[in-house]
């Protein structure tokens, strides 16, 4: 079956630019995470959705991240007002819950000029 | 703050050897955890597994070993081949905490497996 989506593969973006990034999951999948890996550091939590509910936001660096899915399935991660520091692949899994295995889609890497 | 730790950065086996990867964590509220494979342009694949009630998985050429006492996980691949040259992250949770939602991940292995 299919695994997990992500759009855009690239994003090329401006200093102070919003950027919206799209997750797909595996169908069936009630929980769903997104990660986030800069140049040379391991993969760093950001948030958790269980359904359409984020029981854990603990990781998102700041309010100009959020993050919401709708009907059980699609997330979209939006960065608003995008720093130079935001660059990095951002990583989508998800999994039929915790402490389930997660399955990762192949990230977004962006860009901020 | 690096919970999870692994201080090689890279490693260079022969094929048919074996390779052993290595992972130290801090935090003694980790109870779960994993090792994922990631190859250039792809997002990570999870490889295997171990909980802290045990003390060594095994699944096919892949074996997990946890020393808890020592906070220290290792995976060894055997025989190496060379599809396994990929960077290999170590991860862990809590279960039992309550943050198995959440993995902390290292900063990955680059093992190289040469002809």
């Known amino acids: 079956g299919a695994g997990v989506s992500q759009s855009p593969s690239n994003k090329v973006t401006e200093k102070g630019k919003d950027v919206e990034l799209r997750c797909d999951p595996i169908?069936?999948?009630?929980?769903l995470y997104w990660y986030r890996q800069s140049l040379g550091q391991g993969l760093e939590f950001l948030i958790y959705f269980q359904g359409n509910s984020a029981p854990d936001k603990s990781g998102l660096p700041s309010d100009r991240f959020s993050a919401e899915r709708t009907g059980g399935s699609v997330s979209t991660l939006t960065i608003q007002r995008t720093q130079q520091e935001d660059s990095a692949v951002y990583l989508c899994a998800s999994s039929l819950g915790p402490p389930d295995t997660q399955y990762f889609g192949p990230g977004t890497r962006l860009t901020v000029l | 703050d690096q919970q999870v730790k692994q201080n090689s950065p890279s490693l260079s086996v022969q094929e048919g050897r074996i390779s052993i990867l290595n992972c130290d964590y801090t935090n003694s509220m980790f109870d779960y955890f994993l090792w994922y494979k990631k190859y250039p342009a792809e997002g990570p694949t999870f490889l295997i597994s171990i909980s802290s009630i045990k003390d060594k998985n095994e699944d096919g050429r892949f074996t997990v070993f946890l020393n808890k006492s020592a906070k220290h996980l290792s995976l060894h691949i055997v025989p190496s081949q060379p599809g396994d040259s990929a960077v290999y992250f170590c991860?862990?949770?809590?279960?039992?905490?309550?943050?198995?939602?959440?993995?902390?991940f290292g900063t990955g292995t680059r093992l190289q497996v040469t002809l």
């Open positions: 169908s069936g999948h009630t929980a």
């Open positions: 991860a862990a949770s809590g279960v039992v905490t309550g943050t198995a939602s959440k993995l902390t």
